[in-house]
């Protein structure tokens, strides 16, 4: 079994990825809508699986707009979090504690997402290993949709900094490997009554071609990649988010410097 990495800040998750703001940029346009209607997904298509879904705040989203979802993560304090929100929304998600390297669901998926997590894979084989599990749970036709940070994006994280929030004062700094793309990186929660959590958490970037490689390697088709460059904007108080999806083109290596996210859609034939 992994080391649960998210059981100290499960409580604050949502503060710390600040739900207001980003509820309300789900709701407009975020990157599972956007990329479902890229690739030409609608709820009638099928049940939706949700790999390393956390608190839920996807699963939540699709399941108040009438889809059928499953989450799955290997943190059950950040299942609790999400089973909370659920029940008091009235909604009826599954939420399932599972390492998705271990994948054992016994459903099949019209679609099969994941965000911010698939980084937490630190070897090759185990990302390997994912694919193949979403391609046994996918129906004939299902999309396999990602998004995963890049290289540039843990490198930003690893520089020393540090924020204020509401409750309290969030710090990171790490070590980026380069020889394999992979860091450490610690996080410390000050709380403003003195109370500090702190929390260490590995990750690993993968490129655009070798994500490609992989899907293609497993057998699925379609494999497009989209650089997401999403920029919030605080605009009179509020928050819009522009949700850019440009396609990673063959000059990838030349943009790639600047590059934050990777969404990644490929579809089992
Ligand atoms: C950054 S959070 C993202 C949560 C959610 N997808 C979101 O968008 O808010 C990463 C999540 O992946 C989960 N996770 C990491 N490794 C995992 C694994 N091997 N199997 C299942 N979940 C995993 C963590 O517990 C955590 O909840």
């Not at 929100?85 to 998926?109: C, T, V, Y």
Request: charged fraction near 25%; aromatic fraction near 10%.
């Amino acid at each position: 079994m992994l080391t649960d990495s998210y059981k100290e800040i499960a409580a604050f998750y949502d503060e710390f990825v600040g739900v207001d703001q980003y509820e309300h940029y789900v709701r407009k346009k975020n990157w599972l809508i956007v990329a479902l209607a890229v690739f030409g997904y609608k709820k009638e298509d099928g049940a939706f699986l949700d790999l390393g879904c956390g608190t839920g705040i996807n699963c939540v989203y699709l399941a108040e707009d009438g889809y059928t979802v499953t989450g799955v993560d290997i943190s059950e304090s950040m299942l609790e979090v999400a089973r909370e929100k659920s029940r008091a929304k009235g909604l009826d998600i599954a939420f399932i504690q599972q390492d998705i390297a271990e994948l054992s669901l016994s459903r099949n998926f019209a679609c099969i997402f994941s965000r911010e997590t698939l980084t937490h894979l630190l070897e090759r084989e185990q990302l390997v290993r994912v694919f193949r599990h979403c391609w046994d749970h996918l129906q004939p036709g299902g999309l396999l949709l990602f998004e995963i940070c890049t290289a540039f994006a843990l490198k930003l994280q690893c520089i020393k900094e540090s924020l204020s929030f509401k409750k309290f004062i969030w710090a990171h700094a790490g070590r980026f490997q380069e020889s394999d793309s992979s860091a450490l990186i610690d996080y410390t929660f000050t709380f403003h009554d003195g109370r500090k959590v702190v929390t260490s958490v590995a990750f690993k970037a993968h490129t655009p071609e070798e994500l490609s490689g992989m899907l293609r390697e497993t057998g699925f088709r379609d494999v497009r990649l989209f650089d997401t460059a999403i920029n919030p904007e605080i605009v009179n108080g509020g928050m819009t988010n522009r949700v850019q999806l440009r396609p990673v083109l063959p000059t990838v290596k030349a943009i790639q410097g600047g590059m934050r996210g990777i969404l990644c859609g490929a579809r089992k034939p």
